[in-house]
C-alpha cells in the first residue's frame, strides 16, 4: 500500500511537470509568433515525451517496450483530440483558434 501512494505522488509530480512544459512550450511559441495550432502540437508533444519517460522509468519502473508505447500515443490521441474541441469556437463563422479564456463571453463571466 505504501508503495502505491508512491507510486501516486510520483505519477502527480509528473503530471504537473508534464503540464508546465507543455504549458511554457505553447505560451513561448506563440509569444514568438508560431500560429496557436503547431504551438498547442508542440506543447502537447513536448509534454508527451516528458510523460511517458518519466512515468515509465520513475513512476513505474517499466521494463517491456512496444505495447506501451501505443497505448501512451493512443490516450496522446483522445486527448489532444478533446482539448481541440475544447478550445476551439464551434460557431460556423468562426473557424480560427481562440482558447475559451479570451472569449468575450469568458471575458465578461469574469469580470
Known amino acids: 500500500m505504501k ?3 508512491f507510486q501516486l505522488v510520483r505519477y502527480s509530480w509528473v503530471g504537473l511537470l508534464n503540464s508546465g512544459l507543455g504549458l511554457f512550450v ?3 511559441l506563440m509569444l514568438a509568433g508560431i500560429g496557436p ?3 498547442n502540437v508542440a506543447g502537447f508533444a513536448a509534454g508527451l515525451t516528458l510523460s511517458f519517460f518519466l512515468n515509465r522509468a520513475w513512476t513505474f519502473r517499466a521494463q517491456d517496450a512496444g505495447w506501451p508505447v501505443f497505448r501512451f500515443l493512443l490516450a496522446f490521441a483522445i486527448a489532444y483530440s478533446a482539448n ?3 478550445l476551439t469556437p464551434h460557431s460556423p463563422d468562426e473557424r480560427r483558434f481562440r482558447p475559451i479564456a479570451t472569449h468575450d463571453s469568458m471575458g465578461k463571466s469574469i469580470a
Open 84 to 86: 481541440l474541441v475544447i
Open 26 to 28: 505553447i505560451w513561448g
Open 3 to 5: 508503495n502505491l501512494l
Open 37 to 39: 495550432y503547431v504551438a
